[in-house]
């Protein structure tokens, strides 16, 4: 528990100084898709379900809290809880329609409502169509906090990530995350002990749209601009590669999964198609020879080791539900 | 097994023409059956004579084509799996059914949660079900598993595994319980206990078995239906139904045909 602690002590310390070093744009995209990332890990990690068309929340709430921000000029929390709640409202309507089925069906509805709205922000003219919706003001936070330069917002953006992460934590350890495990290891059997899954399978889809929402509109104000990109069919396959490379089914190992994917994006744009080579060939690999992803595979070696030591130590769960630490 | 008013007053569990069809095939034609309250009942007969899509019925895990079912007096025929569950009549799987990336006490918490009313609230911690811990680990106990409540279900041995499905169920404190093959695929050491568990369960309330194996059944039920074909063949003690000679030629009939 104390080793835990300090551990976190050491991540706050760098993520507090990381700036200095590093470009805070950068690091506010990771930040970003940590909180997307961990919004689709409640969903696939905890509740088994795999939804094909993510962006449709995170591009979504990217165009509304813009447009609220472009239209409105409230303070910047406001314009956030917008995103949020049209994304959650949105997540209602698709869990809705989509939970009726499960598996593959699932994955497909969700996948073709995403491109369904993704043709409707297209077609919109508040979204600026291809041109993307431009020049979003960042006001101030709760209209006395300014952080218009990307030094000082990135401490905004970092707060909000750890209340979003904090957050994420508690449902997973709640009562309610504790059903949506057992759905997730076998949804008939819970059925059979007096509960409905579909209404908690629904509760889960409408916290997670939530959440990506709130990661898409965050991105739209870090970079002042909203385009069809957030809402396409890449960023929703991106946050599945994020999800396995990290690790299916850890706490922590999508949140690694995003930054590594979004530095590697980053140290790559220069050239160009490679990009997309190179991320397929790393999902490849992760497929054939970890297929716990690196924190699943970390674990389990601390797992190992631990035996090793203390024979009689018990194996814990190979999906580190218990054990968030790493 | 004619039903006066008198008669079902006996009955936890009673269905009257039971008929589900795949297609048009029935695999369950016509079936009335009558659980006695406080019983032990074993449903059994060859491979294929319709126990499983049987049971499934009667715990609404599949809906019926024809017939209608009746649980302490109310109708449940039309009700879902959640909604039998909350009356209390609770069925475990063939398959063992726990949640595997659970630890034991979780597995047993779950169950707990289903009459605790906090089981939606994602922004509580795991203080919230605290009080649960008591009973859960009390049931626990009660299986033998009071050791392995820290271990994730997936690491415990087949025949705990059962257990732990045994604590899970009757955290719900059902009238009746119905068993999907509690002992399939279990070796000698691991059939005694569990038997001993069912025994002991069984007090002060209805037990409905699905069960392949019959010395289990001559030594734990009161009373046996045998189905063939998806019908009724016969119902009795194990005494009767033993020497009953549609019975024996069914069973050796089964043989005869593999």
């Known amino acids: 528990m104390n080793m835990r602690l300090l551990w976190l002590g050491l991540l706050a310390v760098v993520l507090i100084v990381a700036p200095f070093f590093t470009y805070p744009v950068t690091l506010m995209t990771i930040l970003c898709f940590v909180i997307f990332a961990c919004s689709f890990n409640l969903l696939l990690g905890y ?10 929340f995170f591009g979504g709430a990217a165009y509304i809290t813009g447009h609220i921000l472009k239209t409105t000029h409230v303070s910047l929390e406001l314009a956030l809880l917008g995103g949020v709640g049209a994304a959650s409202l949105l997540g209602l309507l698709v869990g809705w329609i989509s939970l009726r089925r499960s598996g593959i069906q699932f994955a497909m509805i969700t996948f073709a409502i995403a491109q369904f709205i993704y043709f409707i922000m297209l077609q919109m003219p508040f979204t600026g169509g291809e041109d993307g919706m431009q020049g979003i003001p960042r006001t101030k936070l709760f209209g006395i906090i300014d952080a218009s330069t990307s030094f000082e917002y990135y401490y905004v953006v970092l707060a909000i990530a750890a209340l979003s992460v904090a957050l994420f934590y508690r449902i997973v350890h709640s009562p309610f995350g504790e059903i949506l495990r057992a759905i997730r290891d076998n949804e008939p059997r819970v059925e059979s002990l007096g509960f409905k899954p579909e209404h908690y399978k629904l509760l889960a889809f409408v916290l997670s749209a939530g959440l ?3 990661a898409g509109g965050l991105k739209a104000t870090v970079y002042q601009f909203a385009t069809l990109a957030d809402v396409s069919f ?11 490379l990290g690790g299916l089914g850890t706490l922590t190992g999508p949140m690694v999964g995003a930054g590594l994917i979004i530095l590697l994006n980053d140290y790559l744009s220069s050239f160009g198609e490679w990009a997309l080579i190179t991320q397929g060939i790393i999902l490849l ?13 970390l674990n389990a070696l601390r797992r190992k080791m631990r035996t090793k030591a203390s024979p009689k130590a018990p194996a814990s769960a190979e999906f580190a539900s218990r054990s968030p630490g790493a | 097994m004619t039903s006066t008013s008198d008669d079902l007053a006996d009955y936890a569990l009673t269905a009257r023409g039971l008929t589900k069809q795949f297609g048009g095939f029935a695999a369950v034609n016509n079936v009335d059956l009558s659980i006695r309250r406080g019983s032990i009942h074993a449903l059994i007969g060859p491979n294929g004579a319709g126990k499983t899509t049987c049971f499934n019925l009667l715990t609404k895990t599949l809906a019926p ?3 209608t079912i009746i649980f302490e007096g109310r109708n449940i ?4 799996a959640a909604d ?3 009356l209390g ?3 475990s799987f063939q398959i063992s059914a726990t949640f595997a990336h659970l630890t034991a006490l979780e597995n047993v918490r779950v169950a707990l949660q289903s009459q605790y009313g906090k089981s939606f609230q994602f922004w509580r911690s795991l203080d919230a079900v605290a009080p649960l811990n008591r009973r859960a680990e009390e049931l626990l106990e009660r299986v033998g598993l009071a050791n392995a409540r820290h271990l994730a279900a997936s690491d415990l041995s087949y025949g705990k595994k059962r257990a732990l499905e045994i604590a899970t169920t009757l955290a719900l404190e059902p009238q009746v319980m119905l068993l999907d093959e509690p002992t399939a695929g279990m070796g000698h050491e691991d059939i005694e206990p569990i038997t001993d568990l069912i025994r002991e369960a069984a007090q002060g309330r209805t037990i409905l078995i699905v069960e392949h194996n019959l010395s289990v059944v001559s030594t734990l039920c009161d009373r046996i239906t045998v189905l063939q074909h998806g019908e009724l063949l016969t119902e009795g003690t194990y005494r009767e139904v033993s020497s009953n000679p549609d019975v024996i030629s069914a069973y050796m009939g089964g043989v005869d045909e593999l």
Do not use: K, Q, W, Y
Not at chain 1, 234 to 244: D, G, K, N, R, Y
Not at chain 1, 285 to 297: A, D, P, S
Not at chain 2, 77 to 80: C, D, I, K, M, Q
């Open chain 2, 65 to 67: 084509t024809r017939g």
């Open chain 2, 89 to 91: 009549l609770v069925r």
């Open chain 1, 285 to 297: 690999i992760v497929i054939i020879f970890f297929r716990r992803g690196l924190v699943g595979e």
């Open chain 2, 77 to 80: 025929t039309n009700l879902r």
């Open chain 1, 212 to 214: 990506a929402g709130l």
């Open chain 1, 47 to 56: 509740t088994g379900l795999l939804c094909f068309g993510h962006a449709m």
């Open chain 2, 84 to 86: 039998v569950a909350r």
């Open chain 1, 234 to 244: 890449p960023i929703s396959s991106e946050v599945i590669l994020m999800t396995l």
